[in-house]
Every structure is written in structure tokens, then in C-alpha cells.
């Protein structure tokens, strides 16, 4: 499994939240199978996104699109993406 980390700040929680649930990349036809939204408790201004992948291909092809799409809004704040491949996961 692959997964796409996003990791930004907002200014607006709510307004951020309202364009991610608008999907404007499509996230289900680009290959994610599932994603997470994460803030950190001790900083409510900041978001983490990971979109997991069936493929590395998948999501570098989102990871560009997305990269583009982020240069034209103004609801996320110094964006940064990294693709990366789970290699072990555990569930307790």
C-alpha cells in the first residue's frame, strides 16, 4: 500500500474542511482507497491527510494534480506532499 501525506495549515478549519469534502480532484476515481484527516491536538491550525493507494503510480499521478490544485487556493497554507509505502502496520 502506498499512501500520499498531505500537511498544511489552515486558517479556517471549517472552510478547509468544506473544500476537502467538495473532492474537486476526484479521490475515488484517482485511485484512493481510503483517507484520514489528522490535526494535531496541541495545534488546531495545522492538518495531515493520508490517502492510501493500491499503487505508487496512483499516488504520484494525485500527488501532481493535487500539487497543481494547491498553487490556485487559498484555504491551505504551505503545503507540503510526500508519497511514501507502508511497509509494515500492526493493529491492536
Do not use: N
Not at 478547509?16 to 491536538?41: C, H, I, N, T
Not at 495531515?48 to 490556485?72: G, H, Q, S
Amino acid at each position: 500500500m502506498y499512501v500520499l501525506r498531505v500537511q498544511h495549515a489552515v486558517h479556517d478549519y471549517a472552510e478547509w474542511k468544506a473544500a476537502f469534502d467538495s473532492d474537486p480532484l476526484g479521490r475515488e476515481k484517482a485511485g484512493v482507497r481510503s483517507y484520514r484527516v489528522l490535526r494535531p491536538v496541541d495545534d488546531p491550525s495545522a492538518v495531515m491527510i493520508d490517502l492510501e493507494f493500491d499503487t505508487a503510480a496512483e499516488a504520484e499521478a494525485l500527488e501532481v494534480a493535487l500539487r497543481d490544485l494547491l498553487t490556485r487556493v487559498t484555504v491551505a497554507v504551505d503545503p507540503q506532499t510526500r508519497v511514501v509505502e507502508v511497509v509494515e502496520a500492526e493493529r491492536y
